[in-house]
């Protein structure tokens, strides 16, 4: 089965440039969520969908940054103006709605998307 | 406001020996607990979970603890491996929602 898979893998971009992030999910999973990974903050959680609906996006920088989910097997992240301080690994992630149980609670993350704002 | 601490962001252990990762957590609510282990360049992979009903789940080498008063879990690897090296995130989240808050992550360096 596929996984989570994103692109770019890898972007470098300059500064006040507009960053288009891309994630397909597990086919079958109802939430999509993208996570930035840094030093600092560790994996932090940007947004997160359920059903291609918004659920929680308070930890985004709205000034900058938007998500978007326009159907269930494709999700993107834009950055515009990027800056420096953007730099980063952005993970999406899904996972299927299931009880609480041990199986079903897992997220499943993609390779990520190597960003390198200058 | 980090609701998940890993408090040791490195840590190196002789192979063969235990490797104690730990994770601390501020909310009360979140029910549910999650290790994953992320290799250079790829994603994060999923390990092992404890639900809050329990304080201790097993899966072979790897054995999570929780301790809900002191609002602690930990990880243990037993014998630990060189292919063990890698950075180790712990994951919380609670009923009602889907967000999964991680911890800042913990490097393992297993020595051969």
């Known amino acids: 089965d596929a996984g989570v898979i994103q692109s770019p893998r890898h972007e470098v971009t300059e500064m006040g440039q507009e960053v288009t992030l891309r994630c397909k999910p597990i086919s079958g999973h109802d939430y999509l969520f993208w996570y930035r990974q840094t030093m600092m903050q560790g994996l932090e959680l940007l947004v997160y969908f359920n059903n291609k609906a918004v659920m929680d996006d308070s930890g985004m920088p709205k000034d900058r940054f938007s998500a978007k989910m326009p159907n269930a097997s494709f999700s993107t992240l834009k950055i515009q103006p990027s800056e420096p301080r953007d730099s980063a690994v952005y993970f999406c992630?899904?996972?299927?709605?299931?009880?609480?149980?041990?199986?079903?609670?897992?997220?499943?993350f993609g390779e990520g998307s190597w960003l390198t704002v200058v | 406001d980090q609701q998940v601490k890993q408090n040791s962001p490195s840590l190196s252990v002789q192979e063969g020996r235990i490797s104690i990762l730990n994770c601390d957590y501020t909310n009360s609510m979140f029910d549910y607990f999650l290790w994953y282990k992320k290799y250079p360049a790829e994603g994060p992979t999923f390990l092992i979970s404890i639900s809050s009903i329990k304080d201790k789940n097993e899966d072979g080498r790897f054995t999570v603890f929780l301790n809900k008063s002191a609002k602690h879990l930990s990880l243990h690897i037993v014998p630990s491996q060189p292919g063990d090296s890698a950075v180790y995130f712990c994951a919380a989240t609670f009923s009602g929602t889907y967000k999964y808050i991680f911890g800042t992550g913990t490097r393992l360096k297993v020595l051969a």
């Open positions: 992630a899904s996972r299927s709605w299931h009880p609480r149980d041990n199986s079903g609670n897992t997220i499943y």
